[in-house]
């Protein structure tokens, strides 16, 4: 099975520095969520995991549906920051694309091989999560997007060829990292020489 490089789980949170228990608490939902998924997780079970009073749970999340929607900000907010990272790293934009591509879409299929329960976190039914999931997306493209441009590619849908890639990419042998990104580098290396052929024809 793959080894995932998974979404960062919340650290430790030493009270004797801060009362705040809502780390433990989302960390100890993630985990929950990811090994029994959401409809199979209760309140009860994350004030357990957490090591945390029920009523004490309540106070900083007042229902399961609260609890997701906090999980769901974390992941969009902490893969994004990852995504945004790589993009401006001081690398050429083959290196930079691999790795933005990666963090989106491998990291997410590597998770999803070792927990079947992912897809209830990214297939979100809950309204406000919806917004954050579509909200996250719009800024993913965004990225690649001035990636792109900053490497005068401005050709319309683009951005779509470079996911479609990393998908086929994953579909197409062991989506380990070091595999998986040595097929991508090879999509990827193409569509840029490719795409930069059509640029000096127009």
């Known amino acids: 099975m793959a080894r995932a490089r998974p979404f960062p789980s919340a650290p430790d949170v030493d009270e004797s520095v801060s009362n705040d228990k809502r780390p433990r608490i989302l960390g100890a939902a993630l985990t929950l969520f990811l090994r029994y998924g959401v409809k199979r997780t209760s309140v009860d079970d994350v ?29 969009c907010t902490e893969t994004l920051a990852k995504a945004r990272k790589a993009v401006s790293e001081e690398a050429p934009l ?61 050709r319309k849908g683009a951005d779509d060829m470079f996911l479609a890639a990393a998908l086929g990419a994953v579909r197409t042998g062991d989506i380990a990292e070091k595999p998986y990104r040595g097929r991508l580098t090879a999509l990827v290396e193409t569509l840029l020489l490719g795409l930069a052929r059509d640029a000096r024809r127009r």
């Open 47 to 75: 004030a357990r995991e957490s090591g945390i009073a029920k009523g004490t749970v309540y106070l900083y999340f007042d229902s399961k549906d609260a609890l997701f929607t906090a999980i769901a900000e974390r992941i």
């Open 94 to 154: 083959a290196e930079r694309l691999v790795s933005f591509l990666d963090i989106y879409i491998g990291d997410m299929h590597r998770l999803i091989a070792q927990s079947p329960h992912v897809a209830e976190l990214t297939e979100a039914k809950q309204e406000h999560a919806k917004t954050i999931f579509a909200t996250y997306a719009a800024q993913i493209k965004e990225l690649l997007n001035a990636a792109l441009r900053e490497g005068g590619i401005a």
